[in-house]
């Protein structure tokens, strides 16, 4: 069955219907951290790059990146963008390249800096928890 081609009204709608904080992916990790009695703060202005989720003793800064908007596999997801190509491609390799930035400054600045895909919080988010808990405790250790 093929799919009915959406108006760019439709599309615009679809587009701004878009979050940028508070994603299910997001909340989702959030959870499973709060519930193992980690405390963050969520959107930091002040830390370069505004991650989803910061450590601010440990100095740890997690992001939570959607695989669209971050590129994920893009040398082969890249030609399944049919419709303003010349608009979509420079604005994710854009992200792409402004994530390697955020990563290099606050490392430079002594933060250690946490990505996960969207799919894997949706497959196993007690794993990408581990991850991120692991890195609290050592964190606060070296901090010290």
């Not at 508070?22 to 980690?38: C, F, M, N, P, T």
Request: hydrophobic share 35%; charged share 40%.
């Amino acid at each position: 069955m093929a799919r009915k081609k959406k108006t760019p009204e439709q599309i615009s709608y679809n587009m701004r219907r878009v979050r940028n904080r508070d994603s299910k992916i997001e909340v989702a990790l959030r959870l499973e951290l709060w519930h193992r009695g980690l405390r963050y703060r969520k959107n930091v202005k002040r830390v370069t790059g505004k991650p989803d989720i910061a450590f601010m003793g440990a100095k740890v800064a997690v992001f939570v990146d959607s695989e669209f908007w971050h590129g994920y596999d893009w040398e082969n997801r890249k030609s399944d963008i049919k419709s303003r190509r010349e608009f979509w491609i420079p604005k994710i390799e854009r992200n792409m390249e402004r994530d390697r930035e955020v990563n290099e400054i606050l490392t430079a600045e002594g933060w250690l800096v946490l990505r996960f895909w969207g799919k894997d919080i949706k497959t196993d988010v007690s794993s990408c928890a581990d991850i991120v808990e692991k890195a609290v405790i050592n964190g606060k250790i070296q901090s010290r």
